[in-house]
């Protein structure tokens, strides 16, 4: 992180969140991070229900074949993720879901 960063730096990432509000409205609202230390960089965490991610991935036009699924926490947590260039930002989307006790995703 430079410690010199202003704020009109994270302009990119900003006016991606922006877009993405303006054109998704309907979507499930993820949490959403923007950081001096990726400026040009836009994260959205869906959590607790993997079935949002797929409007999302759609949305923002992921091919399916980018999506990666994976676990975390000792294997109690399912993990999908996905990246894409989004209005002139690099986006992020990431969801999160418990490991049901029977193996199925929380999907």
Do not use: Y
Request: charged share 20%; with cysteine; proline share 6%.
């Amino acid at each position: 992180m430079r410690a010199d960063l202003a704020m009109g730096e994270l302009t990119v990432s900003l006016r991606a969140l922006r877009a993405v509000a303006a054109d998704f409205p309907a979507l499930p609202a993820p949490s959403v991070h923007v950081s001096p230390i990726f400026p040009n960089r836009l994260e959205l965490a869906l959590h607790d229900d993997l079935r949002a991610f797929e409007p999302w991935r759609i949305a923002l036009g992921i091919a399916c074949e980018d999506v990666r699924l994976g676990t975390q926490s000792g294997g109690r947590t399912w993990v999908l993720e996905a990246g894409t260039e989004f209005a002139g930002a690099s986006v992020w989307l990431t969801a999160f879901s418990a490991v049901s006790k029977s193996g199925g995703s929380g999907a």
